[in-house]
């Protein structure tokens, strides 16, 4: 018998529920007490190994500060269609892939923290010459 793979959407809003708890510095533990789970529970939320429920969305919304609707933004639409004009286009996932791990989250909010707008420019220059020299090496 084969493992049974998470659901994308599930993934999806485990990611997102990853990335504000860290946002707000909040760990597994606190989350789980805060809901009344383990933190192994929130960890499997979290990897979208187990489905968070319509309630439970609303609790952890309520938990971490954040609409529901939070948790879904951008995420895959579990190929359903959404009707033109009915959705704003969703930000691409790569932004929120980055935002869930701890690297992208310490970096942005390091990076939000300079004021200084040619400094600011000279980081993203740097970091674009960067990712170019990668490139090229493959």
Do not use: C, H, W
Request: net charge positive.
């Amino acid at each position: 018998m084969s493992a049974k793979t998470p659901n994308p959407i599930d993934k999806y809003v485990g990611s997102r529920v990853r990335m504000r708890r860290i946002m707000l510095g909040m760990s597994q533990e606190k989350l789980g007490e805060a809901l009344g789970l383990t933190f192994q529970q929130i960890q499997k939320y979290e990897k979208g190994t187990n489905r968070i429920g319509a309630s439970r969305v609303q609790q952890i919304g309520e938990v971490l500060q954040v609409p529901v609707s939070f948790f879904f933004e951008g995420g895959p639409t579990g190929g359903m269609t959404v009707p033109e004009g009915l959705s704003e286009a969703p930000s691409p996932t790569y932004i929120s892939d980055f935002l869930a791990t701890t690297e992208g989250l310490t970096l942005t909010r390091a990076f939000m923290r300079i004021t200084d707008p040619k400094l600011r420019r000279s980081i993203v220059d740097l970091v674009e010459q960067m990712a170019s020299r990668e490139e090229s090496k493959s």
